[in-house]
């Protein structure tokens, strides 16, 4: 029992990738070439693939269905250190979702014990493969234990907080540093109501106490129309995805039927939106501004031939695959942010106010959209405050209830803290957040990776990745690629339309009046005056 439990602490999980063809879902392993393989290193189970070799395991689990029918087969180059594995698809054609989402690819799925049975209204916290299992069984995983916790009775009454408030209790080891992580002074003994009301006292007191600094960057903008005038990748990316879905439209369009009094077929309207992918995807490597190697998501080195389609679902696959590859290949991700995924806490979420998620989402992104703007895409020491800050989830634990009430608590914080404190770039950091939010799930998952590398850089708001930003880069993996992200963004854009000045609360009106008054009664011999702004 000891030397079992000292393996387990030993095995690792190798560096992968994982990409497909037609027929074949193909993980890629970095693995070193000493390393001794026999043929039951191998494991596929329905949705389920799993590899060990000591010190190495991995467990991968597909939204469809593999099959061990004698196609399967792996390449080892021992030069290169990498073993390639080719696992065949259960249906042909059939297109596997979300191969970049890594650590939802390493979180197992449970199923009922019983046919009619529902799964069990738990949330997994985590799991951990077990290579030892029974070989009869050829169960590569052992019985989980979530921790003691402290009993509902116990926790009655007190508050809550975090991502789906899964939190209590979480500050009293930090008395000392909880200025420095959050705004709210006794987070366990403030109830969620009470938050808001203290939250909004400070912001007012703040943006009167320093009313000037508005004033003054709303007649003085010079640096903020740098920080206006900046393009953020996400900017460049959503131009660069506009013109491939205008190319798809344009080639549909003009393509020719072989007879003209031939319909227009599923099957052929496939074909021609893959031919015209096939064209973007190449003008797509001489014009993107970031790199085009999406390293998280595709494999370079394994190459396939797919089979020429030949019916409507071979077509559907065709276009969503190159689709999927095209975003890869606008949306790069980092080698070290891909590594950052597959050590992500493998967990199961039981949701209980899916729109309170999603508008504390918007938050988090608003404020690393504002310091992307801010700071011209150059993080600094103060990124992580400026996140935090303008967030009224991550200062204040305080969640929104809706997208206008998020939408409003991140521009009064935006006007009430930073260094440039301006309407226009508040609202336009808004409408940044909308074109992350629209790209999809990709450069969702990037957005809060690299909030997440911010905030470790952190001397104290580290504890923010734990509260709420790795839960977000879990949970984010688990939600639809379509449909969803643009709706949101969608809505999102439309409650930016309605929000007007008066409902931040504050007389910005009239503050941007007075301003030009003074500094036209300022005189000629003002208009050099050197801008003294504040101190943060």
């Known amino acids: 029992s000891c030397g079992r439990k000292e393996e387990e602490r030993e095995m690792l999980t190798p560096r992968f990738t994982v990409s497909q063809d037609e027929a074949f879902v193909i993980v890629t392993m970095c693995v070193p070439g000493y390393l001794k393989l026999g043929e039951d290193d191998i494991w596929i ?19 469809h269905d593999l099959v061990e029918d004698g196609r399967e087969c792996a390449e080892f180059d021992r030069l290169a250190n990498k073993l390639v594995v080719k696992l065949p698809k259960k249906e042909n054609g059939q297109f596997f979702d979300g191969l970049d989402m890594l650590t939802t690819l390493l979180t197992p799925r449970k199923t009922p014990s019983a046919a009619g049975t529902a799964p069990p209204n738990i949330e997994v916290l985590s799991t951990t493969p077990n290579p030892d299992a029974p070989a009869e069984e050829e169960d590569w ?39 420095e992580i959050v705004d709210l002074a006794d987070p366990d003994n403030v109830p969620a109501a ?19 600094h508005y004033m003054m960057d709303f007649v003085d903008d010079t640096e903020v129309t740098k920080a206006l005038e900046y393009t953020p990748v996400w900017c460049t990316e959503r131009e660069h995805m506009h013109q491939l879905r205008r190319g798809m439209a344009a080639q549909a369009s003009t393509a020719v039927l072989p007879n003209d009094s031939a319909s227009l077929t599923p099957a052929s309207l496939a074909n021609m939106v893959a031919q015209a ?54 949306i790069y991700i980092a080698p070290e942010q891909v590594q950052a995924l597959a050590s992500l806490p493998k967990k199961e979420y039981l949701v209980s106010n899916m729109q309170a998620l999603l508008c504390g989402l918007m938050q988090v992104l608003y404020g690393y959209a504002y310091d992307m703007r801010a700071t011209q895409g150059e993080h600094t020491v103060e990124s992580a405050w400026t996140v935090a800050k303008l967030s009224p989830l991550l200062s204040w634990l305080d969640p929104p209830c809706s997208l206008q009430d998020s939408v409003v608590g991140c521009l009064r914080r935006a006007l009430a803290f930073p260094l440039y404190r301006n309407w226009k770039l508040a609202k336009l950091v808004v409408r940044d957040t909308a074109d ?8 969702v998952v990037r957005s809060l990776l690299e909030v997440r590398d911010i905030f470790l850089r952190s001397e104290n708001r580290h504890y923010l990745n734990t509260l709420f930003i790795d839960d977000y880069c879990c949970w984010v993996q ?19 339309a309605a929000v007007a000045k008066a409902d931040v609360g504050w007389s910005l009106d009239e503050l941007e009046k007075q301003a030009v008054e003074e500094l036209a009664n300022a005189g000629p011999a003002q208009e050099g005056a050197e801008d003294e702004r504040r101190p943060l």
Do not use: C
Not at 145 to 166: I, T
Not at 194 to 207: N, S, T, W
Not at 286 to 315: E, F, K, M, R, Y
Not at 436 to 443: E, F, K, V
């Open 45 to 63: 189970d329905g949705s389920t693939f799993k590899f060990h070799a000591h010190p190495y395991f991995l467990s991968l689990t597909f939204q």
């Open 141 to 179: 995983s052992f019985e989980q234990h979530l921790p003691q916790e402290e009993s509902p009775e116990l926790l009655l009454g007190k508050p809550h907080y975090g991502f789906n408030d899964a939190y209590t209790n979480f500050f009293p080891p930090l008395q000392e540093e909880i200025s």
């Open 194 to 212: 009470q938050r808001r009301v203290l939250r909004m006292q400070q912001e007012d007191a703040k943006f009167y106490e320093q009313q000037d």
């Open 277 to 330: 992918m096939d064209v973007d995807a190449a003008a797509a490597t001489s014009t993107a501004a970031a790199p085009v190697a999406a390293t998280g998501a595709t494999s370079a080195s394994v190459t396939s031939t797919p089979v020429a389609p030949t019916s409507v679902a071979d077509d559907a696959f065709a276009a969503q695959n190159k689709a999927q590859k095209l975003e890869e290949s606008v």
């Open 436 to 443: 992350i939010l629209r790209l999809g799930p990709r450069a």
């Open 478 to 496: 688990t939600l639809p690629r379509q449909g969803l992200w643009t709706d949101l963004a969608d809505e999102l854009m439309r409650v930016d």
